[in-house]
Nanobody, 123 residues
Framework: VQLQASGGELVQAGGSLRLSCAASGRTISSYGMGWFRQAPGKEREFVAA????????VYADSVKGRFTISRDNAKNMVYLRMNSLKYEDTAVYYC?????????????????WGQGTLVTVSS
């Protein structure tokens, strides 16, 4: 599975963005999907995850209530809607795919990773 994340850009604090993750090579309808991020000088951290059917979602406490993960299996796409962006949301955002139907925040559960898209939030 190849993953291509896009949608990152410079945005003002309080603004919104939608990140997209396009999967190719294999249908992701049986894969759990996740978004992670890595800020400069910090380790990669979990943001959000969604089960293969989209029924189950989980979020990091830092983004709960502001971010929404969703997927369209017919289009082989996963999305991350980000509202009320804060300066501390600045990071490279990665989408990832797990061969299990849901891996939550467990990074090692994700086998496939995209190249990342940069989100910069100005204060």
């Amino acid at each position: 599975v190849q993953l291509q994340a896009s949608g990152g850009e410079l945005v003002q604090a309080g603004g919104s963005l939608r990140l997209s993750c396009a999967a190719s090579g294999r249908t992701i309808s049986s894969y759990g999907m996740g978004w992670f991020r890595q800020a400069p000088g910090k380790e990669r951290e979990f943001v959000a995850a969604i089960s293969n059917g989209g029924v189950t979602t989980v979020y990091a406490d830092s983004v709960k209530g502001r971010f929404t993960i969703s997927r369209d299996n017919a289009k082989n796409m996963v999305y991350l809607r980000m509202n009320s962006l804060k300066y501390e949301d600045t990071a490279v955002y990665y989408c990832a795919a797990s061969e299990t139907n849901f891996s939550g925040s467990y990074q090692r559960g994700y086998r496939y990773w995209g190249q990342g898209t940069l989100v910069t939030v100005s204060s």
